[in-house]
């Protein structure tokens, strides 16, 4: 125990205040990711339910990345928790209104959407709050071990959600659940904004960094830049199986909500396991492992769309939520060990910004998909086209090896990290 990379994570005083609010909200939104698209599935009419369910899903993130781009004047010198704070707080208001809004019977799948839309709006400055938080109080060396600490509460949280969800909608609905998920936010708020001093966590000495620094962080450093490029084709290939998945089961199976559930709870317990696991990848090259993490994680979401029995597809899907935490984390610490002082909220928010843009990018197209291709084709089509990402990339970083073609700077010591 002594020798574990988390245990100076876990035994840190600020970060023991807000693993309990994060384990929290974690749970919650564990439950979210079934209520939200079954939500959507009863409020939206029948004829168009595939384009409403995308759209919903894709709502739930996608103002965030507007967020980051338009809301830097204000929020780029705030303190980290109050960053974190203020996207819990607004989730809080927002999702609690749908449920109050359901019981009232005035709640329609416009109305739906556009709450969800709100509720986002802070979500990639929240993000980078938590991770610059994480970066300030935690050594570089342990910076891996508490990412990875954040995403094996959520991988947990994504197991036990499911599950939850499922029993809150046989008892009172989805909308249920969304209370339920408001509730957790509200926690995660008090957590942020009331538990975490102001004093002791290190501030940086630089005031001059500008509204665009994220990006320019980004742009001038290859590694950065290339991690990025990968990510968003990463997650916005992935984002069609938000809207196949549930309209899948409903449809294509005739299956209740417990099925999904199944799937999502399966992708939790792989991603637990995950999650342990890459606190002790710190030695390992970034490049190799996160191109093999793309490759195999396409080819496990082939049988989701090849007809395989659903119990073989409920497998794969939770070995290829294995491979999600380790992308995740080793892709957020190499941000955290290449930017430094005030730039980091910038730099952590304009890549949050490019990542929660690609996966309800990849949702949203995944209505007209549906509607062309059907759930299972859509399902084929998202691993086939995950899977050929990843083998093209490590083609390209093999002809780069090779000297066939050149970078164009190369990056400074730490950015080569063997991360």
Same mark, same amino acid.
């Given at each position: 125990?002594?020798?574990?990379?988390?245990?100076?994570?876990?035994?840190?005083?600020?970060?023991?205040?807000?693993?309990?609010?994060?384990?929290?909200?974690?749970?919650?939104?564990?439950?979210?990711?079934?209520?939200?698209?079954?939500? /959507?599935?009863? $409020?939206?009419?029948?004829?168009?339910?595939? #384009?409403?369910?995308?759209?919903?899903? /894709?709502?739930?993130?996608?103002?965030?990345?507007?967020?980051?781009?338009l809301?830097?004047?204000?929020?780029?010198?705030?303190?980290? /928790?109050?960053? %974190?704070?203020?996207?819990?707080?607004?989730?809080?208001?927002?999702?609690? /209104? &749908?449920?109050?809004?359901?019981?009232?019977?005035?709640?329609?799948?416009? +109305?739906?959407?556009? $709450?969800?839309?709100?509720?986002?709006?802070?979500?990639?400055?929240?993000?980078?709050?938590?991770?610059?938080?994480?970066?300030?109080?935690?050594?570089a060396?342990?910076?891996?071990?508490?990412?990875?600490?954040?995403?094996?509460?959520?991988?947990?949280?994504t197991?036990?959600?499911?599950?939850?969800?499922?029993?809150?909608?046989?008892l @009172?609905?989805? !909308?249920?659940?969304?209370?339920?998920? !408001?509730?957790?936010?509200? #926690?995660?708020? #008090?957590?942020?904004?009331?538990?975490?001093?102001?004093? @002791? &966590?290190?501030?940086?000495?630089?005031e001059?960094?500008?509204?665009?620094? +994220?990006?320019?962080?980004?742009?001038?450093?290859?590694? $950065?830049?290339?991690l990025?490029?990968?990510?968003?084709a990463?997650?916005?290939?992935?984002?069609?199986?938000?809207?196949?998945?549930?309209?899948?089961?409903?449809?294509?199976?005739?299956?209740?909500? @417990?099925?999904?559930?199944?799937?999502?709870?399966?992708?939790g317990? *792989? %991603?637990?396991?995950?999650?342990?696991?890459?606190?002790?990848?710190?030695?390992?090259?970034?490049?190799?492992?996160?191109? *093999?993490?793309?490759?195999?994680?396409?080819?496990?979401?082939?049988?989701?769309?090849?007809? !395989?029995?659903?119990?073989?597809s409920?497998?794969?899907?939770?070995?290829?939520?294995?491979?999600?935490?380790?992308?995740?984390?080793?892709?957020?610490? =190499?941000?955290?060990?290449?930017?430094?002082?005030?730039?980091?909220?910038?730099?952590?928010?304009?890549?949050?910004?490019?990542?929660? =843009?690609?996966?309800?990018?990849?949702?949203?197209?995944?209505?007209?998909?549906?509607?062309? $291709?059907?759930?299972?084709?859509?399902?084929? =089509?998202?691993?086939?086209?995950?899977?050929?990402?990843?083998?093209?990339a490590?083609?390209?970083?093999? =002809?780069?090896?090779?000297?066939f073609?050149?970078?164009?700077?190369?990056?400074?010591?730490?950015?080569? %990290?063997p991360?």
């Amino acid at each position: 125990m002594r020798a574990s990379p988390y245990r100076p994570v876990m035994s840190h005083t600020t970060l023991r205040r807000i693993l309990p609010g994060f384990a929290v909200s974690s749970l919650g939104d564990g439950m979210a990711v079934v209520a939200v698209s079954w939500l /959507a599935i009863e $409020l939206a009419p029948a004829a168009d339910r595939s #384009v409403w369910v995308a759209s919903a899903a /894709a709502a739930y993130t996608l103002s965030g990345a507007a967020g980051a781009l338009l809301l830097g004047r204000f929020l780029r010198h705030r303190r980290p /928790a109050l960053l %974190a704070g203020w996207d819990a707080a607004l989730r809080a208001v927002m999702l609690g /209104a &749908i449920p109050v809004l359901h019981a009232f019977d005035a709640l329609g799948i416009k +109305g739906y959407v556009v $709450l969800l839309a709100l509720s986002s709006v802070l979500h990639s400055w929240g993000q980078a709050g938590i991770y610059t938080l994480i970066a300030r109080v935690l050594p570089a060396r342990d910076h891996l071990a508490g990412n990875a600490v954040l995403s094996g509460v959520g991988s947990v949280a994504t197991v036990a959600g499911p599950p939850l969800a499922t029993l809150l909608i046989v008892l @009172g609905g989805p !909308a249920t659940v969304l209370a339920v998920d !408001a509730a957790t936010f509200l #926690v995660l708020a #008090v957590t942020f904004l009331l538990l975490v001093p102001g004093e @002791g &966590i290190p501030e940086p000495q630089e005031e001059q960094a500008s509204r665009a620094a +994220g990006f320019s962080v980004i742009r001038q450093t290859p590694a $950065l830049s290339g991690l990025l490029a990968l990510s968003f084709a990463f997650f916005f290939l992935f984002g069609p199986v938000y809207v196949a998945l549930p309209l899948h089961v409903s449809e294509g199976l005739g299956a209740p909500a @417990g099925v999904l559930a199944a799937f999502y709870t399966a992708f939790g317990a *792989g %991603a637990v396991l995950g999650s342990f696991l890459t606190g002790f990848l710190s030695r390992w090259r970034m490049w190799p492992t996160t191109l *093999g993490i793309v490759t195999l994680f396409g080819l496990l979401m082939l049988p989701l769309g090849l007809g !395989a029995p659903t119990t073989v597809s409920v497998l794969c899907f939770g070995l290829a939520g294995l491979l999600w935490p380790p992308y995740s984390t080793l892709s957020t610490t =190499l941000f955290q060990r290449s930017t430094t002082g005030a730039l980091l909220p910038q730099a952590l928010a304009a890549s949050s910004a490019v990542r929660v =843009l690609s996966v309800p990018l990849g949702t949203a197209l995944g209505g007209p998909l549906v509607a062309a $291709l059907g759930a299972v084709g859509t399902l084929r =089509l998202s691993g086939g086209a995950i899977a050929a990402l990843g083998l093209a990339a490590a083609g390209c970083l093999a =002809l780069r090896a090779r000297g066939f073609v050149t970078p164009r700077k190369e990056p400074a010591a730490e950015d080569r %990290a063997p991360v």
